[in-house]
């Protein structure tokens, strides 16, 4: 049993070198002509760590200066610096070569396997896997979409196939029939699936099926004939006359690509096979690979099949140079011979490309968190050949936009002006960047994208869709031919919009009687909003509104490749209905009458089998805890099996269960940082859990954006920079709120708490200010050593984090961010939950020595004989995202649920007459 265990296995220790420290502020260079110094010891420290032991410290080592702060900052370095102790500094090796710390990983790893070594912990494991792969349909296939290619005979059916057994995905293709290319009976194909299809991995899914990318052989192909340990596409791109494909591969789990342009497989459907007798010869079909290319895993092709555009990424893996590469044949290229297009010299900045949705642009974004600009490149000058970008609007410091393209006009979602929330605004593409007046805004010729209250109010003001307030918040937009649909959230859960647009003739230049300067004398937007409408889905096919609200739910944009059709697909699941993908018709949202809904025909493309599982037994709603100053809400979305009682006093409207004063296993999730949504989804990995009579609880906290961008940036009662630690109180006010009082469903002897990533973080900041509160904690790939990391811009992807954090190195953000730093704020003597820490020995994104500092520092301080085990699991092989193999990442999962289980006293255990005893 894995609680014998616990007395007996000693866990490693760490050696702690006392004199190490990071330097925070500025550091003045000897000759006085430089601010910072790049300091590297013979450990891979860097930043002004230092050791009395390090003999060969070496000032002179780097010429380059080190980054301390953002250019756009205006606020004072620390000065002089101050020593921040990182006695655990000797784990960081850039390299992944140390011995000593590869020695320590290997023991943390042996620690961990032994506490979790018992046979009931083995069979646990077991049993918990094959529960979540038998929920798993394991040969399956996603929703198939329609991609057009550069004429209209060359139609196909794009989707991603999964074989049972198989641990990656296969790409398929297969013709459009005639009468679908013509608009007739477009979906019938899809929908006869469900009938046509027998569900073995053999037969082809839709008729004339080709599997033209098998990462199944891509993951055999490692070296030395053995088959890689990790394998992810970024990305797969067809190419517009979709004869030629063109994918990023990472192997490492580093998320560094590789760049493949191959020809696209034309064979007849094939069942997959990793047997190298059975494989096809991949090198023939190679167009172009560089072997010394490595890229940030996007790609776009040009507006043909000669060149495409790629990013590049410096030594901090900082996407900031965008490429377009040449695929002549009769030349063999190298990344030096592919031209730059742009590049980004602010490290601040990331860079990214895409196209507008009628393909007419190539996009480039350069953006921080809190700026952004866009730079278009036109693929239909010069037959697609030209370089020349142009910018939509200069960037300015804390104005965020993205945009879109419709029949001449930039569609533009930003918070200009300083407004909460995105707004919906537009202007003509040649109305960008016009202005020779050096003093006006570059957004001064953004427009509101509105609708007049009726057909006839023309002399009434129009009224804007979306004006960035607190209520409605805008997150991107898609544009169609006839339509622009919109997705945001409203009420604290995901929303989409359908606007109607249509052609209007555009003001001439002597129509125009403003004259402030020359940009205002070119046309004004010949855009006009003719219908707007809430997508809402009816009946069988879902949200029946005011009961889904209660529950939760999921809904977003599905595989819409098509810009000239009035077809959107979308995605919508709950916390109790798996994922469906449902087909409907934008023109149905509109009448004669500007807008209003009328019946609007639906049909489900396909929904997701889950073997065995009977959603009548389950039950799931939101409900709201107030935060702890009394002026905020918290959104906490709950499921449960049908079985949980609950509290006399808890509302029937709510629980759906029977009613008791028992108290249950609680298991809370939350992540709360970059504005990102924790959504109310449906997660078959949690039935294991649900079934051993856990209630599964999902806190919107602030730093997320469920409830709008303020519920992230708000300076006071958001979740960011200098009010972070909202973040960490709304997660502990929830905890205490289940489990004390009438609201109470748990106690602190079944409350277990889990995070990932920068949920990691909050994980870490909740169990050293309530260590008591908590019996197990999950920390995933955590951000624990926030200080140290932030300090060091030479630490992958740092520098852009300054805008989510805040920058250590200057006076305004160092005690805060060390006031709630997991590494620096752990109780002495406390007694802390039982904790499971996991990284990735090659994370780009949480370095693996976060989680392996934060393992040491707890055993270190806390009561070791009170507090509950420390184990920490690092993959070897993997990066932030875990396991690429799909059945090596639920062996992973049911690791983390079998620890949870075990620590919360729920293992089921044998009788002495061998009965499985459950202690729920």
């Given at each position: 049993m894995a609680e014998v265990l616990h007395s007996s296995v000693v866990p490693p220790v760490a050696r702690r070198d006392t004199d190490r420290f990071v330097l925070a502020g500025k550091l003045p260079d000897d000759d006085g002509e430089n601010d910072y110094v790049d300091v590297k010891n013979d450990n891979g420290n860097q930043n002004g760590e230092n050791n009395e032991d390090d003999d060969d410290y070496d000032e002179n080592e780097d010429d380059e200066p080190l980054l301390r702060q953002s250019e756009t900052s205006t606020n004072p370095l620390i000065s002089p610096p101050v020593p921040v102790p990182d006695p655990y500094g000797w784990m960081r090796d850039d390299e992944r070569t140390n011995t000593e710390v590869l020695q320590h990983i290997a023991a943390e790893n042996e620690f961990t396997k032994q506490i979790t070594g018992g046979n009931e912990m083995i069979d646990l494991r077991s049993k918990l896997y094959d529960e979540m792969k038998d929920r798993l349909q394991e040969t399956d296939y996603s929703c198939p979409s329609i991609i057009k290619g550069l004429t209209n005979s060359s139609q196909y059916w794009y989707y991603v196939r999964t074989m049972e057994g198989c641990s990656y995905s296969v790409f398929c293709r297969a013709p459009v029939a005639d009468s679908a290319a013509n608009q007739g009976g477009q979906y019938d194909a899809v929908m006869d699936i469900a009938t046509s299809w027998d569900g073995s991995p053999t037969a082809p899914i839709l008729p004339g099926e080709v599997q033209y990318l098998n990462v199944n052989v891509l993951a055999s192909q490692g070296k030395d004939g053995k088959p890689h340990e990790y394998c992810s596409v970024g990305e797969m791109e067809e190419s517009p006359s979709q004869s030629l494909i063109a994918y990023t591969l990472d192997v490492v789990g580093d998320e560094v690509y590789k760049l493949f342009v191959e020809r696209m497989r034309t064979n007849n459907h094939a069942a997959p096979s990793v047997d190298a007798k059975d494989r096809v010869d991949s090198s023939s079909l190679v167009v172009d690979h560089d072997a010394n290319l490595e890229c940030d895993g996007t790609v776009v092709w040009s507006n043909d099949d000669s060149s495409l555009f790629y990013v590049e990424m410096d030594d901090t893996l900082r996407s900031y140079k965008v490429r377009r590469r040449s695929l002549s044949q009769n030349q063999q290229k190298k990344l030096e011979d592919d031209e730059v297009i742009y590049e980004e010299k602010d490290e601040l900045f990331d860079v990214g490309i895409g196209k507008t949705s009628d393909e007419k642009y190539l996009l480039v974004s350069t953006s921080s968190a809190e700026t952004s600009e866009v730079h278009y490149l036109s693929l239909e000058d010069d037959n697609g050949t030209s370089t020349t970008l142009r910018c939509v609007a200069k960037r300015q410091v804390k104005v965020l936009y993205d945009i879109d393209h419709w029949n001449g006009n930039w569609l533009i979602t930003s918070n200009a002006g300083g407004s909460t929330n995105m707004k919906l605004l537009t202007s003509p593409v040649n109305n960008v960047n016009s202005s020779e007046n050096e003093s006006s805004s570059p957004h001064a010729h953004w427009k509101d994208v509105a609708i007049h209250p009726s057909p006839l109010a023309v002399e009434e003001q129009s009224l804007p869709l979306f004006d960035g307030g607190p209520n409605r918040a805008l997150e991107s937009i898609v544009a169609f031919q006839n339509h622009v649909v919109a997705y945001g959230r409203e009420g604290g859960l995901p929303r989409i919009w359908i606007l109607k647009l249509q052609q209007e003739q555009s003001l001439t230049p002597s129509d125009n009687t403003k004259g402030e300067n020359d940009a205002s004398q070119l046309s004004l937007p010949p855009l006009q909003v003719i219908g707007f409408a809430q997508l809402s889905l009816q009946n069988d096919n879902k949200i029946k509104e005011n009961e889904d609200i209660k529950a939760g739910f999921d809904i977003g944009l599905g595989p819409n490749h098509q810009y000239n059709t009035s077809d959107l697909i979308i995605a919508y699941d709950s916390p109790t209905e798996p994922p469906q993908a449902i087909v409907v018709n934008m023109n149905d949202y509109f009448n004669e009458d500007n807008g209003t809904a009328q019946q609007k025909l639906q049909l489900i493309l396909k929904k997701s089998v889950v073997p065995g599982y009977d959603p009548s037994q389950y039950s799931?709603?939101?409900?709201?805890?107030?935060?702890?100053?009394?002026?905020?809400?918290?959104?906490?979305?709950?499921v449960y099996h049908k079985n949980i009682t609950f509290p006399p006093t808890s509302p029937d409207n709510n629980y759906n269960g029977k009613k008791s004063n028992k108290v249950h296993p609680l298991h809370l999730y939350g992540y709360g940082s970059y504005g990102d949504s924790c959504e109310c989804d449906f997660d078959p990995t949690r039935l294991p859990l649900l079934d051993r009579g856990i209630i599964y609880a999902i806190v919107h906290v602030r730093g997320g954006g469920e409830m709008g961008r303020q519920w992230y940036e708000d300076p006071k009662h958001g979740g960011k920079y200098l009010s972070k630690r909202n973040t960490f109180f709304d997660f502990i006010d929830v905890a205490s709120h289940y489990s004390t009082g009438e609201s109470k469903i748990t106690d602190s002897s079944l409350l277990s708490i889990e995070g990932r990533s920068a949920g990691g973080l909050l994980i870490g900041a909740a169990i050293n200010q309530e260590p008591e509160l908590f019996k197990c904690a999950i920390l995933g790939v955590p951000f624990v050593d926030v200080l140290c990391s932030m300090i060091d811009s030479t630490i992958p992807l740092t520098v852009g984090e300054w805008e989510e954090w805040g920058n250590p190195n200057e006076e305004y953000f160092f005690e805060y961010m060390k006031g709630y730093d997991p590494m620096r704020n752990v109780k002495i003597d406390g007694t802390y939950p039982s904790c499971l820490l996991t990284g990735g020995l090659h994370d780009s994104r949480v370095q693996y020595w976060e989680p392996l500092k934060f393992a040491a520092e707890l055993r270190h301080a806390q009561d070791s004989h009170k507090s509950g085990p420390v184990c920490l699991k690092m993959e070897m092989s993997a990066g932030h995202f875990s396991a690429s193999d799909r059945y090596k990442y639920l062996k992973e999962?049911?690791?983390?649920?079998?620890?949870?289980?075990?620590?919360?006293?729920?293992?089921?255990?044998?009788?002495?007459?061998?009965?499985?005893?459950?202690?729920v």
């Open positions: 799931s709603h939101r409900e709201f805890v107030l935060s702890r100053d009394g002026k905020n809400r918290i959104p906490v979305t709950l999962l049911a690791f983390d649920y079998a620890f949870l289980l075990d620590q919360l006293g729920l293992v089921m255990r044998r009788t002495k007459q061998g009965e499985e005893e459950n202690p």
